[in-house]
């Protein structure tokens, strides 16, 4: 399946337009630096130190820097070039490997079966215009045995119900007209392309029909969950 599609394409063009303060975010009162912890507490969980693991989304590529810091081998892949290229200016090392994904392609990852002990993505399957089609490119890029970590929106938590609300308000074109030429315009558009924001069980469902093995998602204690799922070996 092609994945050249509108949504696609206005995510791509959002992500790019962010791309000169998104580094911000991560910044030790930025609103993401609990992001890096929490899926380095992932990986530091598995028994394969060293091993090669995929950032899918990776923005301008704080997670995968610092997780190359811990000793992985770090591969980062983005559909916005404005990110990526943020990401490979700030690894003036060359710790981590940075690659493009193209829309043009049958599957969006860019990387042979069995390539990777885990792939993790940091709140990326909200925008995705076939969640379920990367499920299954990511089961195939996944070592027997390898595991995958992903943020989405939990729909259970008080902050996504009240942006179910603002969604509406979103996707009503007269009032984005009027949206986007106030301060308010990045989280409307954000909403707009933020389209997959299914309950938790529709997301282990998606897993499980990929042949992942998935564990209860638990209770809702955070805006975004994070959901372990493990190809089996």
């Known amino acids: 399946m092609k994945h050249n599609d509108e949504q696609t394409l206005d995510t791509a063009k959002a992500f790019d337009d962010w791309a000169g303060h998104w580094s911000s975010h991560y910044s030790s009162n930025g609103a ?59 690894d003036q090392d060359g710790k981590v490997t940075w690659a493009p994904i193209d829309a043009n392609r049958p599957t969006l990852i860019p990387f042979n079966d069995s390539s990777f002990v885990a792939v993790y993505s940091s709140s990326v399957f909200e ?43 979103a996707k009503f074109t007269p009032f984005w007209a009027l949206i986007k030429r106030t301060r308010w315009q990045s989280e409307f558009r954000y909403l707009r392309i933020s389209v997959n924001r299914p309950k938790v069980d529709v997301w282990l469902k998606m897993l499980k029909g990929e042949g992942f093995v998935v564990p209860p998602a638990g209770d809702c204690n955070d805006p975004l969950i994070l959901i372990t799922a493990q190809k089996p070996s």
């Not at 992001?35 to 091993?51: C, G, H, P």
């Open 32 to 90: 993401m630096a609990g992001r890096i912890v929490r899926f380095a507490d992932a990986l530091d969980a598995l028994d394969d130190k060293q091993e090669e693991v995929l950032d899918f989304g990776c923005g301008t590529g704080e997670i995968s820097r610092a997780l190359a810091d811990r000793g992985w081998q770090m591969t980062g892949c983005d559909l916005s070039s404005e990110m990526l290229s943020k990401a490979r200016a700030a």
């Open 127 to 169: 925008y995705l215009s076939e969640p379920q089609d990367v499920i299954r490119d990511i089961h195939r890029t996944l070592t027997p045995g390898g595991w995958f970590f992903f943020t989405v929106p939990d729909s259970r938590h008080p902050i996504r119900k009240k942006e179910a609300i603002k969604l509406l308000f």
